[in-house]
């Protein structure tokens, strides 16, 4: 695998090292002893798959709150993806950046995102589907999500989104905290 660092610290796009033969193409995705020489993430005990049906859907941003803020390990198996993931530690050297990585079921790429961050996608085809590995359980109490189109991000999607649901579209605009706060 090759982690291609991003705008966000401890954030990566990760490109798979395929070996094909006659018979096919085999590749690892995931190797906690890799991940943990980098200090990511190494269990995931939620798994999940999104599916969006139609291009220009937008899904995000999305987090959960401390103490069970999540690390994502996002890879999309079918279709085309704009994901995002935005920085909202404030104790980090990125925080209020953002980082985007195209993922698609053809370049079997993956993004991993650091806890801590919210995540969204813009689909770029019909018919997407993605995996998702979660470093922490899922608590309804703790999930939250910021607008998508805030300003304090300017986060430059490929388009304007054609459809958005009502929950991701009154997303409240994000108040920053002080630099350092909560590190």
């Not at 139609?54 to 987090?63: A, I, N, P």
């Not at 999500?145 to 009502?166: H, K, L, N, Q, R």
């Amino acid at each position: 695998m090759k982690f291609n660092p991003t705008a966000i610290a401890d954030a990566f796009e990760i490109e798979i090292s395929a070996r094909s033969d006659e018979r096919g193409m085999f590749a690892r995705t995931f190797c906690a002893e890799t991940f943990a020489a980098r200090g990511l993430a190494t269990v995931y005990p939620h798994c999940n798959i999104s599916h969006t049906s139609k291009r220009g859907t937008l899904r995000g941003m999305h987090y959960q709150e401390a103490p069970k803020q999540d690390a994502k390990l996002v890879r999309a198996t079918r279709g085309a993806v704009f994901d995002v993931a935005l920085d909202l530690r404030p104790g980090s050297r990125t925080y209020l950046r953002w980082a985007a990585v195209e993922l698609s079921a053809e370049k079997r790429n993956a993004f991993y995102i650091p806890a801590g961050c919210a995540h969204g996608f813009l689909s770029l085809t019909d018919d997407c589907e993605l995996f998702y590995q979660i470093s922490e359980a899922y608590d309804a109490a703790l999930d939250r999500g910021v607008a998508y189109d805030d300003p304090a991000f300017s986060i430059e999607w490929p388009f304007a989104p054609t459809f958005i649901s009502e929950r991701d579209a009154t997303h409240a605009r994000y108040i920053p905290l002080p630099r350092n706060a909560g590190s």
